[in-house]
Each structure stands twice: as structure tokens, then as C-alpha cells.
């Protein structure tokens, strides 16, 4: 049996997806699997991402699997990249079926990434955030930042934004595309302000520095921090302080460890994992007037969630292509044999590189077709 074609979803198949049923509908879609997943956290073989640091950035694989599909992400994140032109995190996986090893979705990830970070983010905030939160500062209004916008609106309940960023076209960008989007946002002159006033502060900036954007004072009792951009060893958002104030909630705590902002804080800092709260065995925000913080670095187990998500979304929809990633073999134990011309009888193929002339004997008669290097 040879394995189906793989399918391939490119950014313009993601893309036409997402317009197709609504960026708010994606998210709230992979949110509701990744939430189903964070309840069957025991199913899936889990370990820290595996990063290549250089000085400009760092390359991540991300694998895991549950025993019926296995997801790897391969991640970049080079905060310099935008000053060449390029995004700062870019990205695509796979999905393969583990009881055989086909690769059954090769796809992009870079949007589809932006759509599960914010699924997360908010995901997190429905359990952890005041249930009247309707005000949220975005500092950072990069790439994910509409996402994480349109996600906590519709997955939340925020209805305003106090948006900020040290790069002012960001912010102007951020304005642009949520017009229309029912969103009340106001531009800040400074993290502090658009800080003033909000139940919910999302950081999610890029710099590869141990960096403060979000000191305590600027805290107010009852908040609920969503820090996002803090992901990389040498590459925080909060002053240690703020990770003092309250209650601090992870993904998976041996990665976050190295690589969220509590890497700047003791070993044995207390947190609680995200499923520990979603299936009860852990309280979440403990009152009103309580700090939480969701530490975020993203985990592979949410790219296996929007993965599983997109591939549904496109097989329903018709969209992408089907790629000849791996051979499609009648007998697959003749791998030799897809290097042969089709459709030549096994007695009868020649040789795979056959001289453009063949050499003529002494007598003018052409030698024997040189034998490929196998029984024929
Ligand atoms: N936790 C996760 O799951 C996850 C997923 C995706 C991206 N990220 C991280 O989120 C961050 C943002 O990603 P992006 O794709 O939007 O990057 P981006 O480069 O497009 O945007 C980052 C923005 O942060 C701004 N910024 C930098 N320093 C700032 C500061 N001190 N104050 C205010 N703004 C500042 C930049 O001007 C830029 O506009 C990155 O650090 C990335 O690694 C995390």
C-alpha cells in the first residue's frame, strides 16, 4: 500500500482559510481543541523545544506527539530580522500519522502560529483574568499583535485597547488594520500609560535582551499579566518584581524554566501549568484583587492542536495541494526503482545515467548496456 500524497498548505491556502471562516472563528476553533488537549495532558510525549542560539536570534524544532499524530514546528526568532526587511518569527510543520510515520500535512505556520499564540493567550486569560476584564494595553504591536487583539475581544470580552510600541508605524499599522473591528483603540505615548487603567496587559515585544517593559509599579491590584514575548534565554519582558505579585502560570514548566521570564528567577519558583487549572486539580486566580501572570513561551502541544486544526479546516474546505513528498512505491522494498524511467518492466530498465552514445566494440558493434548496480 503506498502512503496518500501529503497534503501542503501554503501561506495562500492559510490565508484563504482564514478569510473563509473568520480570523476570530480560527482562533476560537484551535482554542477549543488545544483546550480538549490541555485535558489529555498525561496522552502526549512532551519535552522542551530544541533551540540553536546564535547571536542574532535562535532556530527551534518543536516535537510531540500522543501516539496517534506526531507534530514537529521548525521556529525562528530573530528580533533584528524587521530592520532587514524580513519578520521577526517565521515558521512551518508537520503532521505525521505515528502508527505508520506518513507525513500527512507539510504546512506553513507562520500565520497559523500568530492564530494559536493568541488561542493560547486567551485561552489562559478566560481561566486566569477577571471576568469583567474589558480593558486591555498591547505593548508590542508587531506581527502577533492584531491577533492577540481580535482573540481577547471575541474569546475575552475586551472591548478597548491601549496600544503601545517604540516603533510608532507599529502602532499606526495596529490602528489601520483593527478599524472596523467594533475595537475602541487608543495610541500611548509610553508603556506606563497604556498600562494605567487596563485589567488585562499583553507584552509581546521583540528585543533579544534580559529587557523590563513591565515593571511592578505600574501594576494595579486585580490585573492579569499575558507575557508573550519573554520566550528565549537572555530575552524577558518583566521586571522580576512583577513575577512577585501574584500567582505565575505556565505552559510546560522544564521549558519555561530556560526560557520564559521566570529563567531570571529560582529554580524552585512556585507555578502552576496551565492543565493543572483547566482540569481542576489547581485553583487559578485565587480573588479579585490577585495578580496572575501566564508566563507564555508557546509549547508544541498548541502547534499540534492548530496543526490538526488547519488540516480539518482545509480537507473540509478543498484547499491545498497534494506533494510527492515521500515515494509512492508498488513494491517498497524497490526504492532503487523510482529512479528508473515509468512504467519500465523491471527485466528491461536501463541503466540510470546510460551514456548519451553508446561505446562501439572493435568491430563496430555497440557494447552491452552497462548493468545498473543491482540484481536485474
Ligand atoms: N510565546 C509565544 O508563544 C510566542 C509566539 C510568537 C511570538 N512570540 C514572541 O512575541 C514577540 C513578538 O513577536 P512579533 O512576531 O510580533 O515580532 P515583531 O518584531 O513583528 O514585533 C515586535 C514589536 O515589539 C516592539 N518593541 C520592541 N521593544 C519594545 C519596547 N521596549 N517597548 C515597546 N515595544 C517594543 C517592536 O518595535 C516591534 O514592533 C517576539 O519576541 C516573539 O519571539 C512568542
Known sequence: MSPSPTLFLSVTDVAALVRQRGVAACIAGIADGLHADFLRWRDFDKCARLAHHSPGGVIELMPISDGVTYSVKYVN????????????????????????????LVSELTLTTALRTAATS???????????????????????????????????????????DTDARATEKLVANLQGSGLRVQACASVREAVHGADIVTTITADKASATILAADMLAPGMHVNAVGGDCPGKTELEPAVLGLGKVFVEFAPQTRVEGDIQRMPADFPVTELWE???GRRTGRDNEAQVTVFDSVGFALEDHAALRFMHAAALEAGLGERLALVPQLADPKDLFGALLPAGAPLQQRGPVNRPSAAPRTRAGSPSPAPRCDRPA
Open 122 to 164: 486567551a485561552l489562559a486569560a478566560r481561566w486566569l483574568a477577571r471576568p469583567d476584564s474589558r480593558v486591555m494595553a498591547l505593548v508590542g504591536n508587531g506581527a502577533q499583535s492584531e491577533f492577540q487583539a481580535i482573540a481577547f475581544q471575541h474569546l475575552v470580552g475586551i472591548e478597548a485597547l491601549r496600544v503601545f
Open 277 to 279: 487549572v483547566f482540569s
Open 77 to 104: 526568532g530573530h528580533p533584528g530580522n524587521p530592520a532587514a526587511g524580513l519578520p521577526t518569527v517565521m515558521a512551518f510543520g508537520v503532521l505525521a500519522d505515528v502508527a505508520t510515520g506518513v507525513p500527512v
